[in-house]
Nanobody, 115 residues
Framework: QVQLVESGGGLVQPGGSLRLSCAASGFIFRLYTMGWYRQAPGKQRELVAT???????NYADSVKGRFRLSRDNAKNTVYLQMNGLIPEDTAIYYCNARRGAYLKWGQGTQVTVSS
């Protein structure tokens, strides 16, 4: 059974940091492009960052220089290090796994940036 389980969300003050994790199971993790997306209240889900099977990363302009995406194929886990958080980063963050036409989403984890 394919599963993606996100963790690490929470409440943080502006300027703070969080590290999100997405633990995968049920598929050959190293072959998949992994991504993080987010959805703020009243807005569409948007790309945050992706990392391909060869470790090529892609970031949304809004998070470049602040967020860093990495993967550990031995642990079947992808990490999103978020620094310099701002209130506009408040959203539910979703992990996904993609290969060809196959796409799987996790349940999401809430990130709230507020003083």
């Amino acid at each position: 059974q394919v599963q993606l389980v996100e963790s690490g969300g929470g409440l943080v003050q502006p300027g703070g940091s969080l590290r999100l994790s997405c633990a995968a199971s049920g598929f050959i993790f190293r072959l998949y492009t992994m991504g993080w997306y987010r959805q703020a209240p009243g807005k569409q889900r948007e790309l945050v960052a992706t990392i391909s099977s060869d470790d090529t990363t892609n970031y949304a302009d809004s998070v470049k220089g602040r967020f860093r995406l990495s993967r550990d194929n031995a642990k079947n886990t992808v990490y999103l290090q978020m620094n310099g958080l701002i209130p506009e980063d408040t959203a539910i963050y979703y992990c996904n796994a993609r290969r060809g036409a196959y796409l799987k989403w996790g349940q999401g984890t809430q990130v709230t940036v507020s003083s």
